[in-house]
Protein backbone atom coordinates (compact mmCIF):
# COMPACT_ATOMS: atom_id res chain seq x y z
CA UNK A 1 0.00 0.00 0.00
CA UNK A 2 1.33 3.12 -1.03
CA UNK A 3 1.28 6.42 1.23
CA UNK A 4 -1.55 4.49 3.67
CA UNK A 5 -3.26 7.39 5.28
CA UNK A 6 -5.44 7.75 9.24
CA UNK A 7 -8.84 7.19 8.48
CA UNK A 8 -9.60 9.95 11.01
CA UNK A 9 -7.15 12.30 10.41
CA UNK A 10 -6.17 11.41 7.05
CA UNK A 11 -2.21 11.88 8.13
CA UNK A 12 -0.22 9.87 6.08
CA UNK A 13 1.38 7.44 8.70
CA UNK A 14 4.45 6.19 6.08
CA UNK A 15 5.63 5.91 2.31
CA UNK A 16 4.70 1.90 1.86
CA UNK A 17 3.14 -0.51 3.76
CA UNK A 18 3.40 -4.17 2.37
CA UNK A 19 1.42 -7.11 4.26
CA UNK A 20 1.20 -10.77 3.24
CA UNK A 21 -0.94 -13.42 5.45
CA UNK A 22 2.09 -13.72 7.95
CA UNK A 23 4.45 -10.14 7.69
CA UNK A 24 4.02 -6.65 7.90
CA UNK A 25 6.95 -4.49 6.47
CA UNK A 26 7.01 -0.83 7.26
CA UNK A 27 9.00 1.13 4.47
CA UNK A 28 9.86 4.98 5.30
CA UNK A 29 12.66 6.50 2.40
CA UNK A 30 14.04 9.97 3.24
CA UNK A 31 15.83 12.24 0.56
CA UNK A 32 16.95 15.34 -0.04
CA UNK A 33 16.14 17.95 -2.83
CA UNK A 34 18.95 17.90 -5.58
CA UNK A 35 19.52 21.47 -5.60
CA UNK A 36 23.13 23.61 -5.71
CA UNK A 37 23.12 23.96 -1.87
CA UNK A 38 22.97 20.13 -1.99
CA UNK A 39 25.25 19.47 -4.51
CA UNK A 40 28.10 21.77 -3.06
CA UNK A 41 27.27 20.27 0.37
CA UNK A 42 30.86 19.23 2.55
CA UNK A 43 31.40 15.63 3.32
CA UNK A 44 30.77 16.14 6.82
CA UNK A 45 26.83 17.83 6.02
CA UNK A 46 26.46 14.82 3.85
CA UNK A 47 27.32 13.11 6.72
CA UNK A 48 24.85 14.93 9.29
CA UNK A 49 22.24 15.11 6.43
CA UNK A 50 21.88 10.81 6.34
CA UNK A 51 21.92 10.80 10.12
CA UNK A 52 18.67 13.16 10.05
CA UNK A 53 16.95 11.04 7.64
CA UNK A 54 17.89 7.63 9.03
CA UNK A 55 16.55 8.86 12.22
CA UNK A 56 13.35 10.73 11.11
CA UNK A 57 12.56 7.21 8.86
CA UNK A 58 12.95 5.20 11.98
CA UNK A 59 10.94 7.68 14.30
CA UNK A 60 8.16 7.87 11.49
CA UNK A 61 8.33 3.61 11.32
CA UNK A 62 7.85 3.32 14.99
CA UNK A 63 5.28 5.96 15.01
CA UNK A 64 3.41 3.70 12.52
CA UNK A 65 3.77 0.33 14.13
CA UNK A 66 2.45 1.74 17.50
CA UNK A 67 -0.59 3.56 16.20
CA UNK A 68 -1.17 -0.05 13.80
CA UNK A 69 -0.57 -1.90 16.78
CA UNK A 70 -2.85 0.20 19.52
CA UNK A 71 -5.79 0.57 16.97
CA UNK A 72 -6.10 -3.40 16.83
CA UNK A 73 -7.98 -3.37 13.50
CA UNK A 74 -6.51 -0.05 11.77
CA UNK A 75 -8.54 1.98 10.04
CA UNK A 76 -6.76 3.54 7.03
CA UNK A 77 -7.52 5.26 3.41
CA UNK A 78 -5.16 3.78 0.40
CA UNK A 79 -5.92 5.39 -2.93
CA UNK A 80 -9.33 6.73 -1.86
CA UNK A 81 -10.15 3.05 -0.50
CA UNK A 82 -11.17 1.93 2.82
CA UNK A 83 -8.60 -0.79 4.40
CA UNK A 84 -8.65 -2.90 7.48
CA UNK A 85 -5.20 -3.43 8.51
CA UNK A 86 -4.87 -6.36 11.92
CA UNK A 87 -1.42 -6.65 12.63
CA UNK A 88 -1.95 -8.84 15.73
CA UNK A 89 -1.05 -12.27 13.11
CA UNK A 90 2.07 -10.50 11.55
CA UNK A 91 5.84 -10.35 12.08
CA UNK A 92 6.87 -6.58 11.77
CA UNK A 93 9.74 -4.87 9.59
CA UNK A 94 11.05 -1.60 9.47
CA UNK A 95 12.69 -0.67 6.18
CA UNK A 96 14.16 3.14 6.06
CA UNK A 97 15.80 3.62 3.25
CA UNK A 98 18.04 7.17 2.97
CA UNK A 99 19.69 8.65 -0.32
CA UNK A 100 22.98 6.98 0.89
CA UNK A 101 25.44 5.75 3.79
CA UNK A 102 28.75 6.13 4.19
CA UNK A 103 30.67 2.90 4.51
CA UNK A 104 33.00 3.98 7.91
CA UNK A 105 29.48 4.63 9.86
CA UNK A 106 28.72 1.16 10.21
CA UNK A 107 28.60 1.26 14.06
CA UNK A 108 25.83 3.97 13.70
CA UNK A 109 23.71 2.56 11.57
CA UNK A 110 23.34 -0.85 13.43
CA UNK A 111 22.82 1.64 16.51
CA UNK A 112 20.43 3.30 14.58
CA UNK A 113 18.87 -0.33 13.77
CA UNK A 114 18.80 -1.27 17.29
CA UNK A 115 16.14 1.74 17.73
CA UNK A 116 13.63 -0.69 15.55
CA UNK A 117 14.00 -3.65 18.29
CA UNK A 118 10.68 -3.11 19.34
CA UNK A 119 9.55 -4.13 16.42
CA UNK A 120 8.66 -8.01 16.50
CA UNK A 121 10.81 -8.29 13.40
CA UNK A 122 13.04 -5.83 13.83
CA UNK A 123 14.51 -2.95 10.96
CA UNK A 124 17.13 -2.46 8.73
CA UNK A 125 18.44 0.62 6.99
CA UNK A 126 19.37 0.51 3.47
CA UNK A 127 20.64 3.38 0.57
CA UNK A 128 18.96 3.55 -2.38
CA UNK A 129 21.16 1.54 -4.72
CA UNK A 130 21.23 -1.02 -2.23
CA UNK A 131 17.55 -1.61 -1.73
CA UNK A 132 16.85 -1.28 -5.79
CA UNK A 133 19.65 -4.12 -6.29
CA UNK A 134 18.19 -5.99 -3.19
CA UNK A 135 14.70 -5.91 -4.06
CA UNK A 136 15.35 -7.11 -7.89
CA UNK A 137 17.74 -9.87 -6.61
CA UNK A 138 14.89 -12.39 -5.77
CA UNK A 139 12.53 -13.97 -7.74
CA UNK A 140 9.82 -14.96 -5.01
CA UNK A 141 8.54 -13.14 -2.32
CA UNK A 142 9.57 -15.54 0.27
CA UNK A 143 13.18 -15.52 -0.75
CA UNK A 144 13.07 -11.87 -0.53
CA UNK A 145 11.60 -11.89 3.32
CA UNK A 146 13.96 -15.11 4.11
CA UNK A 147 17.13 -12.83 3.43
CA UNK A 148 15.58 -9.98 4.68
CA UNK A 149 15.17 -11.58 7.88
CA UNK A 150 18.46 -12.73 7.78
CA UNK A 151 20.04 -9.22 6.96
CA UNK A 152 18.15 -7.77 10.44
CA UNK A 153 19.17 -11.04 12.23
CA UNK A 154 22.99 -10.46 11.64
CA UNK A 155 22.91 -6.58 12.38
CA UNK A 156 21.29 -7.69 15.40
CA UNK A 157 23.56 -10.05 16.22
CA UNK A 158 27.08 -9.17 14.65
CA UNK A 159 27.11 -5.27 14.50
CA UNK A 160 26.88 -3.68 10.84
CA UNK A 161 27.27 -5.25 7.80
CA UNK A 162 27.37 -3.51 4.30
CA UNK A 163 23.74 -4.66 2.56
CA UNK A 164 25.22 -4.04 -0.93
CA UNK A 165 28.02 -6.17 -0.19
CA UNK A 166 25.53 -8.43 0.62
CA UNK A 167 23.63 -8.29 -2.51
CA UNK A 168 26.41 -8.08 -4.60
CA UNK A 169 28.40 -10.62 -3.52
CA UNK A 170 24.99 -13.01 -3.82
CA UNK A 171 24.59 -11.74 -7.39
CA UNK A 172 28.34 -12.61 -8.39
CA UNK A 173 28.12 -15.91 -6.54
CA UNK A 174 25.45 -16.36 -8.85
CA UNK A 175 27.14 -15.44 -12.02
CA UNK A 176 29.99 -18.13 -10.73
CA UNK A 177 27.74 -20.80 -10.57
CA UNK A 178 26.05 -20.15 -13.90
CA UNK A 179 29.57 -20.03 -15.27
CA UNK A 180 30.60 -23.57 -14.11
CA UNK A 181 27.24 -25.10 -15.19
CA UNK A 182 26.38 -26.19 -12.09
CA UNK A 183 22.72 -28.34 -12.58
CA UNK A 184 19.51 -26.66 -10.87
CA UNK A 185 21.58 -23.44 -10.47
CA UNK A 186 21.04 -21.40 -13.86
CA UNK A 187 17.85 -20.30 -12.43
CA UNK A 188 17.99 -16.58 -10.75
CA UNK A 189 19.80 -16.31 -7.67
CA UNK A 190 17.46 -17.38 -4.01
CA UNK A 191 14.91 -18.57 -6.76
Known amino acids: MMNPRRKDNHKEILDHLVLTEELAIL?????SPTTEAGITRTLQRKRLATHSQIDAAIRQINGAARYLEREGVAKLVVAGQ?????????????????????????????????????????????????????????????????????????????????????????????????????PGENDHPDK
Request: aromatic content about 10%; proline content about 0%; hydrophobic content about 45%.
Open 82 to 182: DIDVDLSNRRVIGLAVVKELFDDEGTAYAAACAKMAGLSGGGIVMDYNSFHAFTHRFASRDAFVHKLEKLIARVRTHGWIRVKDEVFDGILDWVESMRAGR
Open 27 to 31: VQAKD
